[in-house]
């Protein structure tokens, strides 16, 4: 299961970091991203990063939010800088992995947590 974490009440500006871990049995990981979605809204996907290897964003969020992966961890973060209040959804993590090496391999996702950027 995934458990994501970091979210909160933050002004227009500000920063916050969310994390999301992995447990359980767990043999590979491959991609690990982040959704948003907020009200009314369809989930729309904020970062994304592929093996380690590569890393994609949503345009609007280029230069400001940073993904990374700590793979001894089986963890990922998104870094949030200057954020603002159209940044405002929560945020779902999703892993893709294999809990043994004849796993097919199915996407996992988090919990979500609220991020709420105020003007």
């Known amino acids: 299961q995934l458990q994501a974490s970091g979210g909160g009440l933050v002004q227009a500006g500000g920063s916050l970091r969310l994390s999301c871990a992995a447990s359980?049995?767990?043999?590979?990981?491959?991609?690990m991203g982040w959704y948003r979605q907020a009200p009314g809204n369809q989930r729309e996907l904020v970062a994304a990063d592929t093996s380690g290897v590569s890393t994609r964003y949503k345009d609007s969020v280029k230069g400001r939010f940073t993904i990374s992966r700590d793979n001894v961890k089986n963890a990922m973060y998104l870094q949030m800088n200057s954020l603002k209040p159209e940044d405002t959804a929560v945020y779902y993590c999703?892993?893709?992995?294999?809990?043994?090496?004849?796993?097919?391999?199915?996407?996992?996702w988090g919990q979500g947590t609220q991020v709420t950027v105020s003007s």
């Open positions: 999703y892993a893709d992995l294999k809990r043994s090496r004849n796993d097919n391999g199915l996407r996992y």
């Open positions: 359980g049995s767990i043999f590979s990981i491959n991609a």
